[in-house]
Structure formats: structure tokens, C-alpha cells
């Protein structure tokens, strides 16, 4: 595959999943693709109504299945189309950062950020660092087992 | 499929009379006339297999044993229903999970080779604990339980610690495993026996490199899992089996146990796999009446007849599981206890669950314990 330059130094074997909040953070998806931003194409990328519905048992899923990061993109507080989403995120992504601290894995395997309307600058290159930090971080610890289960 | 035959002989349901004694006794059919074990056996002996896999309820059974207790025919129901399930999961079948998935989904990565966790968090400086000891807690998934459930005020965390303070009392320093999997319940009774033997493997590969020679737990789930399931599995043990109960039971009757006044009035909730799964019913009581000053007011659904929390294996939990606990909480308050003793983790986080509900509340709030964190605030010294 050949990369574009900025991302030569990115590991496209990575995998990572991000959940998107439809709003402000899926607009930055659109706008990325409208004005050519191009970000890492191993980042998978599930468009949820808003990152308060998210649950433990999605991202663990994610990780299950062999995901080496999470990323949660959702939007700033005051955009909140439903006003608590935002502060759920931020307690569903302390509570998960506890529990892969407990599984012993790497918290910064996840990462919440906050993408404004529109700016689709700001996601490429938000996702572009979380995937060069998981990529120092190297595969996941469950890959092994993921591997071993899809040969079986 | 020739397996249906197998569990059927296996379990008796051959036997089975048509007379309903289970369907009475259950608390699912109680809520859910729809409900009703008695089907479930008839389904199996005429082979309709189709009505038994392929049905929603295969999930919904408490696997509590109530019904069992009651048939006079001896029908196995229990294991029954879980090597249906194992059928039925082998068939993608599955129940619905509660959570989110999020704890069949740890169950599953708690499978992988290489785990580093580091769930011994939770032992402070004034526990004495080991890394190989004759004697090995196995902790169950309290420091993920804590986690999970902090929105409902589960601490199940005191039980752990107040197991290495017991233990400690009575001179023992016990070895506790740094990579502890699920014992692998949950997974078992949803019929998914692929992952529990992975469990079940990590964790006798690591009970035997603590050298132990006895292993304590406090929850009765990991307790019947480790003494019965296991050895099912990979024949028998080299190590024995032990629940709190029956430990600090002992020691009381031998006189090494002693507590101080606590004047409290408590009622006792039997969990299933401690009472009718191992017949442990006089140990937690033994162990209460030990404590000076305590009163013991029993429910009138006590022993063989307890009713059960409510919900298993992380499935299937819905209002009328609600109605159980509900009928439950009700009960225990009826009592005029202050406090509700079980003897198992899960017991209290459903309970809990139940007494959160915005409406209900206030009228099934009720001081809650395990006989484990109630007995070690009674040590003398
Ligand atoms: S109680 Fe036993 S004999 Fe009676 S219907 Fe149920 S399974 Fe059959
Ligand atoms: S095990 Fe319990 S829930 Fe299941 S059928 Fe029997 S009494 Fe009902
Ligand atoms: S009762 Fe237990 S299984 Fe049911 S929702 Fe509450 S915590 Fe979950």
C-alpha cells in the first residue's frame, strides 16, 4: 500500500475502532473527506447517534475481537444534541480506562476526543495521533488469542 | 440430533410424571405464565427439539433448583437446562446478555494467553498475603464487580479483603494469584464450554504454580465451579475445595473462632449454589449465631425453599426478574431485620440492582451484607 507522506512513519497494520458521535464529530468526517484530509485508512470508523449511548460492553467487544485501540470521537459539551451525552462519555471512558487497567491493558490504548462542526482538519489529525500512538504501543496483548480463535 | 437423547437419559427426564410440582415451585412460572418447566421436560421426552433450542425461555431459567428440590421423580433439571444449552449454543443460539455484553466479553478476553492484569489493587498494607501458600483465596471477579457496578453502590471488594483479615485472624497467610481468571460460571450455564475450559485451564495452571493445597473462596458460583465443574472436566484435583462458610464454621466449632457483641437483628438469604446446589445451609447459620448478641429471623423462604435472587449468568434479566427480587426484598424487610446476610457477590449486586429502581426504592431498601465483611466486623482484637 503506499501511504501518503505524512504518514509514512504509521503502522497501517494498527487496528483501531472509533466510535463517532453523528453531530459535530461526524460532520469532521465529512468535512475531512470534502476538503481532502486524509487520515490512516486502518481506523474503522462506527457512526453512533451520540457518544452517551455507547457502553462498556461495545468497547470491550472492540477490543475483544482484537482492536489494538479505541477511539471515542464526540463533541464539544455545549454542542451536546442531548445535552448529557458529553459527561456520559467522559464517565463511560473513566470506567472503561479502569477496567483495561485491570485487564492489564494499556489505557492509552484508549482515547476520547473532542471534534468541533465542521473541522475535519481537527479529526485527521486527532485520529492520525492516536493511531502513531497505538502503533508505539505495538498489537494488542489479546491478538495472540484473537488469531489463535479465527484459525481454529 | 442423538445428543438430545443422551441429556435426556442423563437427566431423568424420562421419569418425569407430568405431575407440575416444578412449575409450582418456580419463580420464573410465578411471574411468567408462560413459563413453565414442566413443558420444558415434556418438549425433551416427546423430542420436540425444535420448541426446546430454538426458544428464547432455554434462557430465561434461573437455574436455581427450586423445581428440582420439589420432583419426586428425581429429574435433573438443572443440568438439563444446561446441556440444552450447550446444544443450543453450538446451534448460535444464545440468551439475551445483560450489560451490554460487557461481562460475557470480559469473560471471553480473561481467555487469552497473555494476560498481565493487575487486579490486586485492593490489598492494603495490613493484609498478610502470599505469592505460593498452602492455602489460596480465589478471589472470583469482585475487582471487576466494583468497577462495573460502582453506580449502584457495589463494594464487593470488603468481602475479599475481609476474607485475608479472617484468614489472617486464624494464622493464615493466604497465596493469591496475580493472573486469577473467571472461574468461567457464567459461561458454562450459557452453554459456551469452549471458553469455560479455557478459563478453567489458566486457572489450574496457576493454582498449581502457588502450590496450594487448599483453595478458598467466597463466592459459592466459583466454589461449585472449582469442586464439581472442574473436575468433570479434568479429573479430580489435587488441591481440595473449601467455601468461607465451611472454614470459618469450623473454626467456630473447634473454638479458634471467637467474636465480639454486635447487637443486630439479621435475616439470611441462602444463595443456590451454596444451599440446595451443595448443601450448605448450616455453616452460614452456625457461624451467625456465633456472633453474641445477634439475632437470626429466617424467612419463611428458607433452606431447600429459598428463593433466589432473581437472575443468572448475566442473561435474561427483564421485569420479571425485577418481581423476584422485589418479592425478595420484601420478605427480608418483613422480617424486621436491619441487615439482609447472603454469602455470595452476585447475590448482592442483583439485589442492589433491584432496591435502585426510581419507583420502588424506598420500599425494598434494606441494609445489605455478606456473612464474610459481617463477621470479620466482629473480630475480637
Ligand atoms: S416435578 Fe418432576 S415429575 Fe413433576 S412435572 Fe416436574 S419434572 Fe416432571
Ligand atoms: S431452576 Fe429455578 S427458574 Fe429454572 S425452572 Fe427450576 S425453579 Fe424455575
Ligand atoms: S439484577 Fe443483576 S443481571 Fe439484572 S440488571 Fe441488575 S445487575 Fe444486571
Known amino acids: ?152 | 440430533m442423538p445428543e438430545i437423547g443422551q441429556i435426556i437419559a442423563a437427566t431423568r427426564a424420562y421419569s418425569c410424571l407430568d405431575c407440575g410440582k416444578c412449575t409450582v415451585a418456580c419463580p420464573i412460572s410465578r411471574y411468567d405464565p408462560d413459563y413453565s418447566p414442566r413443558m420444558v421436560v415434556y418438549n425433551a421426552t416427546y423430542g420436540h427439539e425444535a420448541e426446546l433450542l430454538r426458544n428464547d425461555q432455554l434462557w430465561s431459567c434461573l437455574t436455581c433448583s427450586r423445581c428440582e428440590e420439589r420432583c419426586q421423580s428425581g429429574v435433573r433439571y438443572t443440568e438439563l437446562i444446561k446441556l440444552l444449552r450447550t446444544e443450543a449454543h453450538g446451534l448460535g443460539e444464545t440468551g439475551q446478555c445483560t450489560h451490554g455484553g460487557a461481562l460475557q466479553s470480559l469473560m471471553h478476553i480473561m481467555t487469552a494467553a497473555h494476560l498481565n492484569q493487575n487486579r490486586l489493587g485492593w490489598v492494603d498494607k495490613s493484609l498478610k498475603t502470599a505469592t505460593e501458600a498452602e492455602t489460596l483465596y480465589f478471589v472470583g471477579c469482585q475487582p471487576y464487580f466494583d468497577v462495573l457496578f460502582s453506580d449502584i453502590g457495589v463494594k464487593t471488594l470488603g468481602i475479599a479483603r475481609g476474607a485475608v483479615k479472617l484468614l489472617n485472624h486464624l494464622g493464615i497467610v493466604p497465596a493469591l494469584l496475580p493472573n486469577e481468571r473467571c472461574c468461567g460460571h457464567d459461561l458454562l450455564w450459557a452453554g459456551d464450554t469452549e471458553h469455560f475450559v479455557k478459563l478453567a485451564e489458566h486457572n489450574l495452571k496457576e493454582i498449581s504454580s502457588a502450590k496450594a493445597k487448599q483453595v478458598v473462596t467466597t463466592c459459592p458460583e466459583c466454589y461449585l465451579t472449582l469442586k464439581v465443574e472442574y473436575p468433570r472436566y479434568f479429573g479430580s484435583l489435587d488441591f481440595e475445595v473449601v467455601h468461607m462458610s465451611q472454614l470459618l464454621a469450623a473454626k467456630v466449632a473447634d473454638g479458634e473462632l471467637k467474636f465480639r457483641r454486635s447487637a443486630k437483628k439479621v435475616t439470611y438469604h441462602d444463595p443456590c449454589r451454596l444451599g440446595r446446589f451443595s448443601g450448605i445451609y448450616n455453616e452460614p447459620r452456625a457461624i451467625i449465631d456465633a456472633i453474641p448478641g445477634v439475632e437470626l429471623v429466617e424467612m419463611p423462604q428458607s433452606r431447600t425453599s429459598a428463593l433466589c435472587c432473581g437472575t443468572q449468568a448475566w442473561m435474561n434479566c427483564g421485569t420479571v426478574n425485577k418481581q423476584i427480587q422485589s418479592e425478595r426484598l420484601r420478605e427480608a424487610s418483613a422480617t424486621g431485620a436491619d441487615v439482609l446476610l447472603t454469602f455470595c457477590p452476585k447475590c448482592q449486586i442483583h439485589f442492589r440492582c433491584a432496591m435502585h429502581d426510581n419507583r420502588l426504592g424506598e420500599e425494598l431498601e434494606i441494609e445489605i451484607e455478606d456473612v464474610t465483611s459481617f463477621a470479620t466486623k466482629a473480630l475480637t482484637g
Open chain 1, 1 to 152: 500500500m503506499t501511504k501518503p507522506k505524512e504518514y509514512q512513519d504509521i503502522d497501517f497494520e494498527t487496528r483501531i475502532v472509533g466510535f463517532v458521535c453523528n453531530w459535530d464529530a461526524y460532520s469532521g468526517v465529512e468535512m475531512a473527506g470534502v476538503n481532502r484530509k486524509e487520515y490512516p485508512t486502518n481506523v474503522k470508523l462506527v457512526k453512533v447517534m451520540c457518544l452517551g449511548r455507547l457502553h462498556l460492553g461495545l468497547i470491550l467487544k472492540a477490543f475483544e475481537l482484537g482492536a489494538d485501540g479505541v477511539i471515542l470521537l464526540g463533541c464539544p459539551p455545549e454542542d451536546c444534541h442531548y445535552e448529557s451525552g458529553t459527561a456520559m462519555a467522559k464517565e463511560l471512558f473513566t470506567q472503561t480506562k479502569k477496567v483495561l487497567n485491570l485487564l492489564g491493558i494499556d489505557q492509552n490504548r484508549l482515547a476520547l476526543v473532542e471534534v468541533p462542526l465542521g473541522r475535519g482538519d481537527l479529526l485527521a489529525k486527532q485520529v492520525s495521533t492516536f493511531v502513531r500512538r497505538v502503533g508505539r504501543i505495538g498489537s494488542s496483548p489479546l491478538q495472540s488469542s484473537v488469531e489463535a480463535a479465527r484459525l481454529a
